[in-house]
């Protein structure tokens, strides 16, 4: 049976991304080796890190003066990097989830954080809008999409200060303006690889202001030097973005990725709107194009499991709910397909005409 995955991460890449990387790694270039055993070092390795960068600065259309780097650690190590490089006195923290909440805890150790907003008392079920952003801050870090909640600022916000954003779910799925941004980053295995690589796209000339010793691998400036090859880089994760990227790029680049996004979630959403047994868990205006949440609605309760196991049956993967939300989830990366959508539709509506 064709399986659809609808798993919020590690997620689902598009089958010729994944074939590509099985092939590199049983022999990569026709070299007779495998990318996994050749150096990190080598002029083939080298070309692949270097079009990795290329295709994302063209992809995102980063301006000049900024770094595209490939780390470990994955978007949870940034929480502690970007304080320690960037925040001097003050940083801002827009709290609209669990995983804000976990870079404003990192931020804490290095200065004082203020929680511009938050809708933590409404178990994050919307973006905070009414808010004024202070002018003093050495950064505005914001959560572009919550991963678990199902929430989204599906644009690059106008605030008086520089601002650093966690994107690691939706990056790659819009045009971005990378010029609004101190820094970028990103855990890979949402919507650009597999696990094990992150992505941080860092403005040069901010680097080195904060009034601290930082730890060389914490140091940005580091891998800014080095070009990721401080150390020895993930080279298979970052293999894997590389075919990605030129993925998304054949498709259309990222005006195109939006398009799917929007015509995916419009499948998936006006079916939850339309279908008596279902609703929607957070406020329509801030819903995620990439994570999809919904429930039961109240009188159909007891249907949650059963439903589960009916959407398993056809071949629904991964579309239980984060236990902070329940009920279901459905993500929608880049490379879901609108046939998976209608898969997910046509077994909500042939359980609802059951009941
Ligand atoms: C998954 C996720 C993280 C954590 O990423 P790791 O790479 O596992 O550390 C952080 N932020 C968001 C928005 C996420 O979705």
Not at 24 to 40: K, P, Q, R, T
Not at 74 to 90: D, Q, R
Not at 107 to 118: D, I, Q, R
Not at 174 to 194: C, E, F, H, T, W
Request: aromatic content about 10%.
């Amino acid at each position: 049976m064709k399986k659809y995955n609808f798993t919020a991460g590690p997620c689902m890449l598009d089958r010729s991304v994944l074939e590509k990387t099985a092939q590199a790694v049983l022999d990569f270039n026709g070299m007779g080796l495998s990318l996994a055993e050749i150096s990190h070092r080598s002029k083939d390795f080298q070309a692949v890190i270097d079009e990795a960068e290329a295709l994302v600065k063209e992809l995102l259309e980063v301006p000049e003066g900024y770094s595209v780097l490939f780390l470990g650690g994955g978007a949870s190590m940034e929480f502690c990097m970007i304080p320690y490089n960037f925040l001097i006195t003050k940083a801002g923290y827009l709290n609209t989830g669990v995983w804000a909440k976990k870079a404003m805890k990192e931020a804490k150790l290095f200065g004082e954080v203020v929680e511009v907003a938050s809708s933590a008392d409404a178990n994050y079920t919307f973006i905070p809008k009414d808010w004024t952003c202070p002018t003093d801050l050495d950064y505005l870090h914001i959560t572009t999409n919550n991963t678990i909640y199902g929430t989204e600022i599906r644009k690059d916000l106008d605030v008086p200060v520089r601002m650093i954003a966690d994107m690691s779910s939706d990056i790659f799925s819009r045009p971005v303006d990378v010029s609004k941004y101190d820094a970028i980053y990103g855990g890979a295995q949402k919507n650009l690889s597999m696990a094990g690589v992150t992505i941080v796209i860092v403005k040069n000339d901010v680097l080195g202001r904060a009034p601290r010793e930082i730890p060389t691998m914490l140091d940005y400036r580091t891998h800014v030097d080095k070009g990721s090859m401080f150390n020895t880089p993930p080279v298979v994760p970052i293999y894997t973005a590389m075919e990605n990227l030129r993925w998304m790029k054949a498709m259309g680049g990222m005006k195109a990725m939006d398009k799917l996004a929007h015509d995916r979630a419009e499948i998936v959403y006006g079916e939850i709107d339309r279908n008596k047994l279902f609703r929607g868990t957070v406020k329509e205006e801030d819903r995620s194009l990439m994570n999809i949440c919904f429930v039961m609605n109240d009188e159909y309760a007891e249907l949650e499991k059963p439903f589960f196991d009916f959407a398993t049956e056809r071949g629904m993967v991964g579309i239980k709910g984060h236990r902070s939300v329940g009920g279901f989830r459905a993500s929608t990366y880049n490379a879901m397909t609108i046939e998976g959508c209608q898969a997910l539709v046509k077994a909500m509506q042939d359980f609802e005409a059951q009941h």
